[in-house]
């Protein structure tokens, strides 16, 4: 059982940055995907960006070239950098880890855009 724990999460102005981190409790070097994923009131969760453990990454076309998903080994920490963040970013977001047959996830943490 991998547990998540996101953080990072608050009121930023369109435009701004938010950073978020979400801790794993087992090394991450070992979890073939992490991701983030997130879900605005009244819609189904949705795809925004993933690791894999070689390297390559993936995003939602909706945050290409604003975010970028990273990983922290060391740490065992992934983080999600927003910038350029619009109102439309505004959800709750999710960290996300799969491995063959299993898949866990965070509590989530809120991102609110607006001015």
């Known amino acids: 059982q991998v547990q998540l724990v996101e953080s990072g999460g608050g009121l930023v102005q369109p435009g701004g940055s938010l950073r978020l981190s979400c801790a794993a409790s087992e090394n991450i070097f070992s979890i073939n995907v992490m991701g983030w994923y997130r879900q605005a009131p009244g819609k189904e969760r949705e795809f925004v960006a993933i690791s894999w453990s070689g390297g390559n990454t993936n995003y939602a076309d909706s945050v290409k070239g604003r975010f970028t998903i990273s990983r922290d080994n060391a740490k065992n920490t992934v983080y999600l950098q927003m910038n350029s963040l619009k109102p439309e970013d505004t959800a709750v977001y999710y960290c996300?880890?799969?491995?063959?047959?299993?898949?866990?996830w965070g509590q989530g943490t809120q991102v609110t855009v607006s001015s």
């Open positions: 996300n880890a799969a491995r063959p047959g299993y898949e866990y």
